[in-house]
Each structure stands twice: as structure tokens, then as C-alpha cells.
């Protein structure tokens, strides 16, 4: 019963109730207005080959207009319905040949050649835009619709042929474009998890620190405070055993998140907020304008904080020298207390940018900046540059003020 019911549901939407899309042909403005342009250009050719082709009885009568029309509108409506496009496809297939006997005499085919154009053009957008379910019913309705005016099965065998082609073609170009945006999907996602390891590659150097910190002032404490109680000592010990414990557990941690990033370096120091100094050095020796200015105090930053401030910025000016080769670019750090704000600001390019793929550096920040609770901004400027711009909560500093 569930597959008889699954049965009739797509067929009932195949034929009565579909008509959006179910399968997103293009996510690009530009692509779709340029495929409603084509329809349209196809739907008018056909209408203008319908009309010079109209049988004798009908040409230079106002009937002409009404042909006209007929054979344009499944091409217009493709644009936003392609199933009530076809519907209204097999209405004209079915009823245009009692209206206008005389094309078999003229042309050897009960239809005119502009509403064969659009009927395959329909035929092509269905397959593009829906599961192949609904194709393989729409290739069975409409097979079935081609011998109410085609005598000789050989002429209906070769309709059905050239309807399989175009159907095939367009569930080709959409599994095709499904699989991209699959692959496309599972980069991303790959992405966002080696970004999250290398996050935690580096936030585990921050972490052991300060655990390592913390064991070393609790295993003293009975030599710097002589007079403590035994209580105090117990606890004291039991303290500094727990902070081994956990650091004897981010070794494993980190032992997994190395042999998963064999590119790691554990033995380079991790860079802070102060040496962003020489990321702006290094931009201007690319021959490219770059102004610092720093506004607070950085020194004591979290050090997790101050990590993030230097990839980001790291990041945001690999952008620059990639994408906008030549350009100024301004970078802006300023320390308000409870938060931390990072500005970079590229004008556009005056050079050639380099060549490649997509990135994944704003997805980078971003991880960066969820994982600290900010907010981060990206996107074009007025004068054709770009501009990140990101907010880190500080929480409490180093030096232990709030």
C-alpha cells in the first residue's frame, strides 16, 4: 500500500497539482534572467516558424494571431511552471491537428515545425528541473499522446526517440549539477572540520599553558606557604594532580588532531595580536600600501583571543594580496575593555589577482569568531574593495581584570 501510494502521488503531481520546480536549476540572478531570456527567444522563433508555416486555410486570417500565441505561451510559462508548461504542451498536441487538418497535407506531420520547437524545448526544461520520477511519467503520458495523430508506428517510434534523447539530455544536466553542488557541499564541510582541528591544534598550546601553570603553582604552594594546614596541603595536592590528569588527556587529544593535520608545526610558537606588526610589514613588501593602527592595549589579551585577532587579520590580508593585487589596505584593532574590534578594508585592485578556486578563509573566521561568541562582517565596498570586520568578546583579561 505505501508503494501503491507513493505511486500516485507523483503522479497526481506529474499530472494536476506540480508546478514549481522541484529541483533549483540556478542560484545565480545573472543565469536565471539570461535562461528566461532564451525562452523567450525560442518561444518567439517558434511562434514567428508557426506562423510562416500556418496551413492556407488559416494564413492571413486573424487565426494566425491566436496560433501565434498559442505556440508562444508553454514557453513563457516554462519560465516559472515547466509541468504546466508541458500540460498546456499536450493540450496543443491533441487539439491543434482537428483545428488545422491541412498541416499533414503540407508538411507530412499533424503539427506545425514552431510548436514541435517548443514542445522539445519544454520536453528539455521538465527533465532539467524534476526528479526522474516525474520525467519517466511525463515520457509515458506524452508517448501516449503522439499516436492520436501519428498513422504509422514508425513515425511514432522515431517521435519517441527523439523525445527520449531530449529528456535524457536534461536529466543528465541535472544530476550533473546536483553532484556539483554535492561535492561543493561535502568541500565545504571539509573544510569547516580541518579548520575546527587546526582551531583546537592551536587553542591546545593555549590551554596546556595555562594548566601547566596551574600545576606548577599548586605542587609549591606548601614550599611558598609553609604554614598551611593539612587540609589545605590535601587539597592543594589533590589540585595539582587533577591539572595533570587533564593535561595527560590534551596530550591524546592533540596526538589525534596531529596525525589528522600532518602539516602542523607543534613546535612553532603560536602568534599573538602584537606581532600583527609584521603581517602589515610583509603585505608592503608585496609592493602594496598598508596602514596599521592600533587602539588599546593588547598585551594582555586572552590568549585565545589574540589568537584569533592575528589569523583573522592574517587571513583577511591573504585575501587582499590575492584577490586585489595593488590595492590600500587599512587595518584597524581597537580594544574597548569587554571587546576586542578588527577592521581590514581593501580598496579595489589596480593589479592582476591570482588565479584559483574558492577559498575557505571566511569560513575560517567565521569558526574563529563563533567559537569566541563574536560577530563577524564581510562583504564588497562602495569603491569595489572589501571589508571584514569582526567583534571577540574579551571576557576577563590576562592580568585578571574584568
Not at 528541473?129 to 499522446?145: G, W
Not at 495523430?149 to 539530455?169: C, P
Not at 536529466?171 to 569547516?192: G, L, M
Request: with cysteine; hydrophobic share 50%; glycine share 8%.
Amino acid at each position: 500500500m505505501a508503494r501503491w501510494g507513493e505511486w500516485w502521488r507523483v503522479t497526481r503531481y506529474t499530472l494536476f497539482t506540480g508546478a514549481v520546480p522541484q529541483v533549483e536549476v540556478s542560484k545565480s540572478v545573472a543565469l536565471r534572467r539570461l535562461r528566461v531570456v532564451i525562452y523567450c527567444a525560442i518561444g518567439i522563433w517558434a511562434a514567428f516558424v508557426a506562423a510562416l508555416t500556418a496551413p492556407p486555410s488559416v494564413a492571413g486570417t486573424p487565426l494566425v494571431l491566436l496560433l501565434v500565441l498559442l505556440v508562444l505561451a508553454p514557453a513563457l510559462v516554462a519560465v516559472r511552471s515547466p509541468l504546466w508548461a508541458w500540460r498546456l504542451a499536450l493540450v496543443l498536441i491533441a487539439i491543434t491537428p482537428l483545428v488545422h487538418p491541412g498541416s499533414v497535407r503540407q508538411w507530412g506531420w499533424a503539427w506545425s515545425p514552431g510548436l514541435a520547437l517548443v514542445t522539445a524545448l519544454v520536453l528539455y526544461v521538465v527533465a532539467e528541473s524534476h526528479t526522474q520520477a516525474v520525467v519517466a511519467r511525463v515520457a509515458v503520458v506524452t508517448a501516449a499522446f503522439l499516436p492520436l495523430h501519428v498513422g504509422d508506428w514508425r513515425n511514432w517510434l522515431m517521435l519517441v526517440v527523439l523525445m527520449t534523447v531530449l529528456l535524457v539530455l536534461g536529466n543528465t544536466v541535472r544530476q550533473r549539477r546536483i553532484a556539483e553542488r554535492q561535492r561543493a557541499a561535502s568541500a565545504t564541510r571539509n573544510a569547516v572540520f580541518a579548520e575546527r582541528a587546526r582551531i583546537a591544534r592551536e587553542l591546545h598550546d593555549v590551554v596546556a599553558h595555562h594548566m601547566s601553570v596551574l600545576a606548577l603553582r599548586t605542587d609549591s604552594a606548601r614550599f611558598r606557604f609553609p604554614g598551611l594546614s593539612d587540609d589545605v596541603r590535601t587539597e592543594f595536592a589533590e589540585l595539582s594532580e587533577t591539572a595533570r590528569e587533564g593535561m595527560v588527556e590534551m596530550r591524546r587529544l592533540l596526538g589525534v588532531l596531529r596525525a589528522e593535520g600532518a602539516d602542523a608545526e607543534p613546535t612553532a610558537p603560536q602568534p599573538t595580536a602584537a606581532q600583527i606588526a609584521e603581517l602589515a610589514e610583509r603585505v608592503r613588501a608585496l609592493g602594496m600600501d598598508c596602514e596599521l593602527d592600533v587602539r588599546g592595549e593588547f598585551d594582555d589579551l586572552p590568549a585565545g583571543v589574540a589568537l584569533s585577532v592575528y589569523r583573522i587579520v592574517q587571513e583577511a590580508l591573504s585575501n587582499a594580496a590575492r584577490h586585489a593585487t595593488g590595492s590600500r589596505v587599512v587595518v584597524e584593532l581597537a580594544a574597548h575593555g569587554d571587546a576586542v574590534g578588527v577592521t581590514v578594508r581593501n580598496s579595489a585592485g589596480g593589479g592582476v589577482p591570482e588565479r584559483g578556486g574558492p577559498g575557505h578563509g571566511l569560513l575560517g573566521m567565521r569558526e574563529r569568531v563563533a567559537m569566541l561568541g563574536g560577530t563577524l562582517e564581510a562583504g564588497t565596498t562602495g569603491d569595489g574593495g572589501f571589508r571584514v570586520a569582526a567583534r571577540l568578546p574579551v571576557g576577563e583579561r590576562e592580568g585578571g581584570e574584568a
